[in-house]
């Protein structure tokens, strides 16, 4: 069965080669152009591990972050990414949709490599909507990461 087996693979180089995309500047790790590629995804809706920043419970911050894994997008290098946050269909989240407008750092990437990255969500609604405690619990319930990235797969 060799040749099925090697079907998915002929198709990715062929898309790579075929591929628009073009790549100005990274940080670091320019490959030759025909290795450029866009890889998308998001995290699980109403199962996106959230864990509470120590530093910001500490200082009565509400603060969540996550780790989302690229690691299948096969990039040799640190790629461009960028996020956005979805509010998922909960109960809870579709009740309160506009939550979503009250957090900050939707498109902040931290700790970048080609493997994976973190968001960090600051939930400053929480000192006022004590109804919405701002907690990884309720977290996993609202959100979810959606993210695009771009670089170089050799
Ligand atoms: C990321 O995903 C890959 C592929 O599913 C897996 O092998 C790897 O263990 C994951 N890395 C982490 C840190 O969870």
Request: net charge neutral; glycine share 8%; with cysteine.
């Amino acid at each position: 069965m060799i040749l099925p087996s090697c079907f998915p693979v002929l198709l990715v180089l062929f898309h790579a080669a075929s591929s628009n995309l073009r790549i100005l500047t990274i940080h670091g790790n320019q490959g030759p152009e025909p290795c450029a590629m866009t890889c998308v995804g998001t995290t699980a809706e109403a199962d996106t591990r959230w864990t509470q920043d120590p530093l910001g419970a500490a200082t009565n911050h509400y603060i969540i972050t996550t780790t989302v894994n690229i690691s299948q997008c096969g990039f040799v290098g640190t790629p461009i990414v960028t996020t956005s946050l979805h509010t998922g269909n909960s109960a809870d989240a579709k009740k309160h949709q506009y939550i979503g407008a009250l957090v900050s750092g939707q498109s902040t990437v931290a700790d970048l490599n080609k493997d994976s990255f973190k968001v960090y969500l600051y939930g400053f609604h929480g000192n006022t909507f004590k109804s919405l405690p701002f907690t990884p619990t309720y977290g996993k319930a609202f959100w979810d990461v959606h993210w695009s990235a771009s670089g170089f797969i050799c």
